[in-house]
């Protein structure tokens, strides 16, 4: 079965995670920081998705998933800000809220299947990629 662009490039997302967990493992200068900023404009990437699924369905979505997108870019820009070992803690979190809002009816509609396998398994393997790094800087 042949992958659609959307996998693709989903995947691809997943390159600048290893090699920063790869730059932090190795102790490279700003391998912590580059990890950090791509986390972090991944989350933002995703909670915009969130926001703009909620922003076509207005009718359809309740205040809860709509404040969970914002509020996430905001835990994630916070996260940035504070030592590593607690970021990628936060950003792990920042992750999960977002796939749990995706829970909610409208995006369910919204997504394909195939969105929906992709993004589980995106986001176990960031989470992964998370919990090495934080061994690494622990």
Avoid at 7 to 31: D, H, R, T
Avoid at 103 to 129: G, M, Q, W
Wanted: charged share 15%.
């Amino acid at each position: 079965m042949a992958l659609s662009i959307s996998e693709k490039l989903g995947y691809a997302g997943l390159l600048p995670f290893i090699a920063g967990a790869a730059a932090v493992v190795l102790s490279l200068e700003g391998g912590e920081e580059f990890f950090k900023l791509y986390s972090l404009l991944i989350l933002a990437f995703m909670a915009g998705g969130c926001w703009g699924v909620e922003q076509a369905n207005p009718e359809q979505i309740d205040e809860i998933p709509l404040e969970l997108s914002i509020g996430t870019f905001l835990w994630g820009l916070l996260a940035y800000f504070l030592p590593t070992n607690v970021a990628v803690l936060m950003f792990m979190v920042g992750f999960w809220l977002l796939l749990w809002t995706e829970t909610n009816p409208i995006f369910k509609r919204a997504y394909a299947e195939s969105y929906k396998r992709l993004r589980n398994i995106l986001t176990a393997a960031v989470t992964i990629l998370n919990v090495i790094v934080f061994l690494a800087v622990h």
